[in-house]
């Protein structure tokens, strides 16, 4: 992932923000940067020699976890913020309004200390609050707002670090300190700012990763990810020419899956299935594009595609689906591994996703979860996508008292899907408010699968549970716009109780017309 185009700091909070999903935790660009470099020495020296590569990984492992120790005291916003003021003599000098968030060891006197401190670096103070540390009351927080040249502010923030009587102090973006009127999309073009990626299970970065020790491998999945990150709102999406390799790895997927399709999955998927079938999108010989998948889903839910470059933030993901689109990986995973890979691929995407997402009921219920995560908490977010995890993703369902699975993480990985419905993993009932703190990972297949009573049961489960999440304010998707309001005052609410009359007037209109003898 190219960081500077994959991130994009001026859509209201920086990414760090809203990736407080444990696994989604950004990595500095720091980190990032070492990481690299240490992975690059590693691949070299396993794409090139014979050494034991169990061994290498180890040792590099050791390397990896020390420097990320070293640099864990910057912050995303302070490299941002060093970065700026390296682009020339004019940044330097820009003016820069910033948050600092300070724990003070000694309360107000510490506080004075830092005041004239920023006087020092000639910055101005707009706003300060303090208020009792909340674990400990005989500290102080203090959120300070400065205005000072970029290079002052990074002098300050160091030379805070060090003064003893401060525990610590933390720089956030100026846009990124009300809780109480958070950033999210409103319009599907803003999603253009909602791709930021976990960089976690890549193939350049993680050393599990079937690809990783394979060069050509990984400038294919690199090239494919340039067309996500030049994507924008309205493109059509452009079409992929998947080589021979990548469409026989499809094949080879696919047919596994249309053999245990009937046996395995819910009838909601099979369904679906046959109709991407005999409309010819669905064949065993090629991967189908996602424009033309774009365009099925269009017809039949009003869902659409965009392509993404890899694995998603939970909250980005998710703020998506509000709007019905789905952001959707297009490179393949490795030819290695068929049965399952650690990251989503268009394999994941096409096969284990499409066909629910054409259902509509499904796809309303998507659409939900989406409206839902918009400017949620992060501990929210966290839940949301861990129920997601366990039923879109993992879930079981029982059709006429036989377990079936219809999550998409299983329906594109039959290696995966064969252990679901073994007796090796432990099935429990899907309870949603359980289910939301259970922990998992995503690089093997789980331990734990949760089981819904039946597929509508599930949807109307997550439905009531994530209907009462403590979000202090409603949304509503206008499909007219295509925007999404936040249901906040009385205008907006007569107008829309206004139109729905009219919608029920129309409906009690066709069910008394049915209902007329000349009908019959
Ligand atoms: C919401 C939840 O975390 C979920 O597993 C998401 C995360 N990010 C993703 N990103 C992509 N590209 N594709 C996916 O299917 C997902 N799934
Ligand atoms: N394991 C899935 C892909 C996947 C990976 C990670 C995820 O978060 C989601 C899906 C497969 O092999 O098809
Ligand atoms: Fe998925």
Same mark, same amino acid.
């Given at each position: 992932?190219?960081?500077?185009?994959?991130?994009?700091?001026?859509?209201?909070?920086?990414?760090? %923000? %809203?990736?407080?999903?444990?696994?989604?935790?950004?990595?500095?660009?720091?980190?990032?940067?070492?990481?690299?470099?240490?992975?690059?020495?590693?691949?070299?020296?396993?794409?090139? /020699?014979?050494?034991?590569?169990?061994?290498?990984?180890?040792?590099?492992?050791?390397?990896?976890?020390?420097?990320?120790?070293?640099?864990?005291?910057?912050?995303?916003?302070?490299?941002?913020?060093?970065?700026?003021?390296?682009?020339?003599?004019?940044?330097?000098?820009? *003016?820069?309004?910033?948050? *600092?968030?300070?724990?003070?060891?000694?309360?107000?006197? /510490?506080?004075?200390?830092?005041?004239? /401190?920023?006087?020092?670096?000639?910055?101005?103070?707009?706003?300060?609050?303090?208020?009792?540390?909340?674990?400990?009351?005989?500290?102080?927080?203090?959120?300070?707002?400065?205005?000072?040249?970029?290079?002052?502010?990074?002098?300050?923030?160091?030379?805070?670090?060090?003064?003893?009587?401060?525990?610590?102090?933390?720089?956030?973006?100026?846009?990124?300190?009300?809780?109480?009127?958070?950033?999210?999309?409103?319009?599907?073009?803003?999603? +253009?700012?909602?791709?930021?990626?976990?960089?976690?299970?890549?193939?350049?970065? +993680?050393?599990?990763?079937?690809?990783?020790?394979?060069?050509?491998?990984?400038?294919?999945?690199?090239?494919?990810?340039?067309?996500?990150?030049?994507?924008?709102?309205?493109?059509?999406?452009?079409?992929?020419?998947?080589?021979?390799?990548?469409?026989?790895?499809?094949?080879?997927?696919?047919?596994?899956?249309?053999?245990?399709?009937?046996?395995?999955?819910?009838?909601?998927?099979?369904?679906?299935?046959?109709?991407?079938?005999?409309?010819?999108?669905?064949?065993?010989?090629?991967?189908?594009?996602?424009?033309?998948?774009?365009?099925?889903?269009?017809?039949?839910?009003?869902?659409?595609?965009?392509?993404?470059?890899?694995?998603?933030?939970?909250?980005?993901?998710?703020?998506?689906?509000?709007?019905?689109?789905?952001?959707?990986?297009? =490179?393949?995973?490795?030819?290695?591994?068929? =049965?399952?890979?650690?990251?989503?691929?268009?394999?994941?995407?096409?096969?284990?996703?499409?066909?629910?997402?054409?259902?509509?009921?499904?796809?309303?219920?998507?659409?939900?979860?989406?409206?839902?995560?918009?400017?949620?908490?992060?501990?929210?977010?966290?839940?949301?996508?861990?129920?997601?995890?366990?039923?879109?993703?993992?879930?079981?369902?029982?059709?006429?008292?036989?377990?079936?699975?219809?999550?998409?993480?299983?329906?594109?990985?039959?290696?995966?899907?064969?252990?679901?419905?073994?007796?090796?993993?432990?099935?429990?009932?899907?309870?949603?408010?359980?289910?939301?703190?259970?922990?998992?990972? +995503?690089?093997?297949?789980?331990?734990? =699968?949760?089981?819904?009573?039946?597929?509508? +049961?599930?949807?109307?489960?997550? %439905?009531?549970?994530?209907?009462?999440?403590?979000?202090?304010?409603?949304?509503?998707?206008?499909?007219?716009?295509?925007?999404?309001?936040?249901?906040?005052?009385?205008?907006?609410?007569?107008?829309?109780?206004?139109?729905?009359?009219?919608?029920?007037?129309?409906?009690?209109?066709?069910?008394?017309?049915?209902?007329?003898?000349?009908?019959?």
């Amino acid at each position: 992932m190219d960081f500077n185009q994959g991130l994009n700091f001026q859509n209201g909070y920086p990414a760090r %923000r %809203r990736s407080l999903v444990d696994d989604a935790r950004f990595e500095t660009l720091v980190v990032k940067q070492t990481k690299q470099s240490v992975l690059d020495e590693a691949r070299l020296r396993s794409n090139d /020699s014979s050494v034991d590569p169990e061994i290498e990984i180890d040792e590099t492992q050791k390397v990896i976890e020390n420097n990320g120790e070293n640099d864990a005291g910057l912050t995303e916003e302070e490299v941002v913020l060093s970065n700026a003021i390296s682009e020339g003599p004019e940044a330097e000098k820009a *003016l820069q309004r910033a948050a *600092l968030i300070l724990r003070l060891r000694e309360g107000m006197n /510490s506080l004075s200390r830092v005041l004239k /401190s920023i006087e020092k670096y000639q910055g101005s103070v707009c706003h300060l609050e303090t208020r009792p540390n909340q674990n400990d009351t005989s500290q102080l927080d203090a959120l300070i707002k400065v205005e000072m040249t970029r290079v002052s502010l990074l002098q300050l923030i160091r030379s805070l670090r060090q003064s003893s009587s401060l525990e610590h102090v933390t720089l956030i973006g100026e846009d990124n300190i009300s809780a109480k009127n958070p950033w999210f999309p409103r319009h599907a073009s803003d999603l +253009d700012n909602c791709n930021h990626l976990m960089t976690k299970y890549e193939p350049d970065l +993680d050393m599990n990763h079937p690809g990783f020790a394979d060069k050509e491998y990984r400038a294919r999945r690199k090239e494919i990810a340039e067309i996500a990150f030049a994507y924008n709102y309205g493109d059509p999406i452009p079409f992929i020419d998947y080589t021979e390799t990548e469409n026989k790895t499809w094949g080879s997927v696919f047919n596994t899956v249309l053999e245990l399709m009937p046996k395995h999955a819910c009838a909601e998927y099979c369904r679906v299935f046959k109709l991407l079938q005999e409309e010819g999108i669905f064949t065993s010989n090629k991967i189908p594009q996602l424009e033309e998948m774009s365009n099925f889903l269009r017809r039949h839910t009003g869902f659409s595609l965009r392509p993404a470059a890899g694995l998603l933030t939970a909250r980005d993901f998710l703020a998506s689906l509000a709007f019905r689109i789905f952001q959707s990986t297009q =490179y393949v995973r490795h030819k290695n591994t068929p =049965y399952h890979t650690p990251e989503p691929d268009c394999i994941h995407e096409l096969l284990g996703h499409m066909p629910l997402l054409a259902d509509p009921s499904f796809a309303q219920f998507s659409q939900e979860i989406g409206l839902a995560s918009l400017g949620a908490s992060d501990s929210e977010i966290e839940k949301l996508s861990t129920v997601y995890w366990f039923t879109v993703e993992f879930g079981l369902c029982k059709e006429s008292g036989v377990v079936k699975a219809y999550g998409a993480g299983l329906l594109s990985a039959y290696g995966e899907l064969l252990h679901a419905l073994s007796d090796k993993p432990e099935l429990r009932p899907f309870e949603p408010a359980v289910t939301a703190v259970q922990p998992y990972q +995503d690089q093997e297949y789980q331990p734990i =699968y949760y089981v819904a009573e039946s597929f509508d +049961d599930m949807k109307d489960k997550f %439905r009531r549970w994530v209907s009462a999440m403590s979000r202090p304010f409603e949304v509503r998707f206008n499909p007219h716009t295509g925007r999404v309001e936040v249901l906040d005052s009385v205008e907006k609410l007569e107008s829309l109780v206004h139109q729905l009359n009219t919608e029920v007037l129309h409906l009690s209109n066709a069910i008394n017309k049915m209902k007329m003898p000349s009908y019959q």
